[in-house]
């Protein structure tokens, strides 16, 4: 009982921790937004660390859809497979 006790704990501050971020980030973004020449530096840096990181993006997205191709394969072998295996 008492581990019950102890994760229930833990999944409520968890929720209460979350729920704290997004109020404090919503209200962050709504007062960024008030301001063009922040939501105009914040471009800038978000254009630079793109450009910046552009090979590292470019690679780990390449690697998420080839891996997302072996999936779709792998789950097409084992369709064919359970598709042969009724038909006998």
Not at 12 to 32: E, P
Not at 55 to 73: H, M, P, Q, Y
């Amino acid at each position: 009982m008492k581990h019950a006790d102890n994760s229930m704990t833990k999944e409520i501050v968890k929720g209460s921790i979350v729920s704290s971020t997004v109020h404090t980030g919503s209200r962050l973004m709504s007062k960024v937004a008030k301001h063009p020449v922040l939501v105009f530096g914040l471009g800038l840096v978000a254009g630079y660390l793109v450009y910046k990181y552009r090979k590292e993006i470019i690679s780990s997205t390449t690697r998420a859809v080839d891996a997302g191709k072996d999936f779709v394969l792998q789950q097409k072998e084992n369709l064919e497979d359970i598709v042969a295996e009724s038909k006998e």
